[in-house]
């Protein structure tokens, strides 16, 4: 007889013997791997606190124990008979009784069955749209910990710079301080003009140097694939960082004694010369880029002329030279120039962009940078009554006066000339 088989006999009917025997199949069947392990223990402890590998594995159980066992047609029922004589007969009998049972069972049974394979195929379906949104959970997390390491190493990196910056300052005061207290200030520095610290005077009204950084980008493009570029009165430095972090080979000129050393201490390449001296040394035509930003306003004319002659001989053909100063056109650009005590005067685009053009520079362009804020200049009138034509009028009026007053008054406060040899 087969292992599998629930043989009823004609002897009378032990219920207890029947269940002990169904529970020894299972039992027998389970040992041969034929069924998963009785899942009632893992339900029974749902309620227990599990760690996180503990629950997903009484999960999966319980999802193989359903898939294994959804379909409850017993395919291996069999009825039989020992009996010698009737065994036909009773087994006969028996086959009519159990086809009346299925008539009124089976209906049931094939709904539970439909309803067992609809829940079957509705966890798998949430045990696949689960395995999705935890994928997309750990993309997720994956993401904000980047974000969160690069923003906090990018950070980290403001706040060392600032420091080192801030570092080099200080000994560059001390250094000025010592030699104030030793009355050692050479006649060619300017702070020594004034007789007050120049490195200081700008940190103070120019702006710190992450804004001057972030407006002379605006000249990165003229430097393009240049090896030689020469920043006069380079100051604190700032567009020597830029083109060094851009992989272009640069040096700087200054007179004053703390701007050079506070370059140096930046590891720039930085002489602390003359302008026109420096370059009446270089051999012509052997530079290829000049920078001079807020340069001009301190020099006198003859002084001026002559340098701009000199950077036409220096510079290769093909290449340009970015002269920016302070817009006298602006009023209130022109009103806080004379804030800076080494300051001579202002220079008018139109006389700068003459000098270039005269000393050989080619399309000498005009460009307007460092506009005043909306929140400074005068305001429009925006409200326009309807249906008054003679209101609309002067009011159209009135703004173009507040237009030609904002130019006037509050117009861009630098400007620069570009030139190409």
């Known amino acids: 007889m087969n292992d599998h088989t629930i043989e009823i006999r004609d002897d009378e009917i032990n219920v207890v013997t029947i269940m002990e025997k169904i529970r020894e ?92 394979k609809s829940t079957v195929r509705l966890l798998h379906s949430l045990a696949h749209e689960i395995e999705k949104i935890e994928e997309t ?44 207290k030793m009355n050692n200030i050479s006649t060619e520095n300017p702070s020594s003009v004034t007789g007050m610290n120049y490195l200081s005077f700008e940190n103070r009204f120019r702006g710190s140097c992450n804004e001057i950084r972030y407006r002379q980008r605006e000249f990165l493009p003229y430097f393009d694939d240049c090896s030689h570029v020469l920043d006069i009165g380079c100051g604190r430095g700032e567009f020597l960082e830029i083109l060094r972090e851009h992989y272009i080979g640069a040096k700087g000129v200054d007179l004053d004694s703390d701007m050079v050393n506070y370059c140096r201490s930046l590891h720039l390449d930085v002489e602390m010369e003359d302008a026109i001296i420096y370059l009446e040394k270089l051999e012509d035509q052997s530079i290829d880029g000049i920078f001079i930003d807020q340069v001009v306003e301190h020099l006198e004319p003859a002084y001026l002329v002559q340098l701009i002659s000199l950077c036409h001989q220096k510079l290769k053909n093909g290449h340009y030279i970015v002269v920016e100063t302070v817009n006298p056109l602006s009023f209130v650009s022109f009103v806080n120039f004379y804030i800076d005590l080494t300051h001579r005067r202002p220079v008018h685009p139109e006389t700068l962009q003459f000098l270039m053009t005269t000393a050989g520079f080619r399309d000498c362009e005009k460009k307007f940078f460092s506009p005043v804020s909306d929140e400074g200049r005068l305001k429009k009138i925006t409200e326009i009554s309807e249906g008054d034509e003679s209101a609309r009028k002067n009011v159209e009026v009135y703004n173009n006066n507040i237009e030609i007053l904002n130019t006037v008054l509050f117009g861009a406060q630098d400007y620069a000339i570009i030139g190409k040899k």
């Open 137 to 180: 959970i750990s993309d997720l997390e994956s993401e904000i910990q980047k974000k969160i390491r690069d923003e906090t190493l990018q950070a980290i990196s403001i706040i060392t710079t600032n420091i080192e910056r801030k570092s080099c300052l200080a000994h560059v005061l001390e250094d000025r301080i010592l030699s104030l």
């Open 25 to 116: 199949n299972i039992r027998r069947r389970q040992a041969a791997g034929e069924l998963p392990p009785d899942p009632d223990p893992v339900i029974a402890t749902t309620s227990k606190n599990y760690n996180a590998g503990e629950s997903d594995d009484a999960i999966q159980r319980d999802l193989l124990y359903i898939n294994s066992n959804w379909d409850i047609h017993n395919n291996s029922y069999f009825i039989s008979s020992h009996h010698p004589h009737i065994g036909k007969f009773l087994v006969k009998g028996r086959q009519l009784v159990h086809g009346e049972v299925r008539r009124y069972v089976d209906p049931v049974a094939d709904k539970q069955r439909r309803l067992n």
